[in-house]
């Protein structure tokens, strides 16, 4: 009489080695997501930077007609070659650039975001 080889793996088996990878899908799933959001909002952090030191150099290249208080749009950085919309583009939607301007007040360079100051990329 011959003997039938079972060492194949049993159904209850599967389903353990199934809840056990559900288990660990669950947990990591989450903080991947949310380590991808916080990725994007320092490179947003990062974007704005360089507009606003792009802003700098605009008030700077524009002594005699910026005054305090100016605003400096986003398109007028892309115009004077200071930025391109690459740099500007925006991070959680890349198909239109940060949306905002920047202002310059007493030597200081603040973006303040706008939602009707959005480029929108090809």
């Known amino acids: 009489m011959r003997k039938i080889n079972n060492s194949g793996f049993t159904l209850v088996e599967l389903l353990v080695v199934i809840v056990i990878l559900v288990i660990i899908m669950s947990i990591a799933i989450p903080s991947v997501t949310s380590s991808l959001e916080r990725s994007k909002e320092k490179q947003k952090n990062a974007k704005i930077d360089l507009i606003e030191s792009a802003a700098e150099i605009y008030v700077d290249r524009h002594k005699n007609t910026i005054t305090n208080g100016s605003v400096i749009t986003i398109n007028n950085l892309i ?21 905002g301007h920047v202002i310059y007040q007493n030597n200081k360079y603040t973006f303040i975001e706008n939602l009707s100051e959005c480029i929108t990329i090809q």
């Open 79 to 99: 115009k004077e070659g200071l930025l391109t919309i690459e740099e500007a583009k925006d991070p959680f939607n890349e198909k239109r650039t940060l949306c």
